[in-house]
Structures are given as structure tokens and as C-alpha cells.
């Protein structure tokens, strides 16, 4: 395992997958390759959320004590959106990461909503609402899994940001 720990402080090292992540990201990763985690997401175009919570006991006990956490937490959702990328959430409780979670999970399964992870895409969103006559909530997700929920006028293809999460 201590040269899986190496591996991943590398794999964080360079572009790609897991590029400018701590290396729990990629450790959470291939975590989850092997059935650990538990999965609160998938959508239609790829994404996933995936719930870990992993103990200070197991963090000082095992080979993780010599893993980039990022952040001082216990709670973590793994993030891989569709073109393969993953980042890391981390927070305070159980409570709060599972919130999160299913706030995704509900998002990105509802009909009445559809999500974006590019402003550019709006163009795209308005099209297709004039012409299915279809008015769904549109959120925007970006790479660090921030939350914007936006107002868009099909008429004029304006919008603004009605709240955010962080």
C-alpha cells in the first residue's frame, strides 16, 4: 500500500485525472474502483457521487497517515464528472456530506431540472426549452462542485444566479 500512497502523490503531481487534487482524491478513487464508498449519484451524462467517510483511527493506523488530506475532515464525497475528472468535497459531519449528496442525487435525476457545468451551455438549455415548451430549474455545477441555481429568461437567453452553495 505505501507504494500506492506514492503512486497517488504522483498521479496529483501532473495534468489529467486528477490534476491540483490532495491525493485522497485519487486514493478515494481507486477506493471506489474496488466496491468501497457509497455511491448517492450517477446522471445520464456520466457524473458520479460517491460518499466515504474514513475514521482518524484508520487515518492514523494505516498507511494513510502519509496521504494529503487537504483539509482536517472525515467526510468526503468523490466527485468524477463526465469527462473523467475527480475532486474531493470534505466536511464537518456526516449530516453535512450526505445533504450534499443527495442535493446532487436529487438534482440530477429530477425532471423538472437540468444541469450544466459550463455557462456557454445555456444557449443550448434555452434552445431546447422554446422548443419542448419545457421550463425546468437549471443548475450549474462547476469542476469543484459548487452550486448555482439560475434564473434564465428563454426570451431574451439572459440569466442570473438566484442562490448559490459552496
Known amino acids: 500500500m505505501n507504494d500506492r500512497i506514492q503512486d497517488y502523490n504522483e498521479m496529483v503531481s501532473h495534468s489529467g ?21 457509497e ?36 467526510y468526503f464525497l468523490l466527485i468524477e464528472n463526465s469527462d473523467g475528472f475527480c475532486t ?5 459531519t456526516e449530516a453535512d456530506a450526505r445533504e450534499k449528496g443527495e442535493f446532487f442525487y436529487g438534482a440530477i435525476i429530477d425532471d423538472d431540472d437540468i444541469i450544466i457545468s ?23 455545477i462547476n469542476e469543484r462542485g459548487n452550486t448555482d441555481l439560475l434564473l434564465v429568461n428563454s426570451d431574451t437567453g439572459e440569466y442570473s444566479i438566484l442562490k448559490s452553495w459552496v
Open 88 to 92: 474531493t468535497m470534505y466536511f464537518n
Open 118 to 140: 459550463d455557462f456557454n451551455e445555456i444557449p443550448a438549455v434555452i434552445e431546447r426549452m422554446n422548443k419542448e415548451q419545457w421550463y425546468p430549474n437549471v443548475w450549474h
Open 39 to 74: 455511491l448517492l449519484a450517477t446522471s445520464n451524462t456520466g457524473d458520479s457521487v460517491t460518499y466515504f467517510e474514513i475514521t482518524d483511527k484508520e487515518f492514523k493506523n494505516s498507511t494513510l497517515k502519509n496521504i494529503e488530506r487537504g483539509v482536517l475532515s472525515n
Open 17 to 37: 485525472k486528477f490534476e491540483g487534487e490532495p491525493s485522497i482524491t485519487p486514493y478515494l478513487y481507486d477506493s471506489m474502483l474496488h466496491g468501497d464508498g
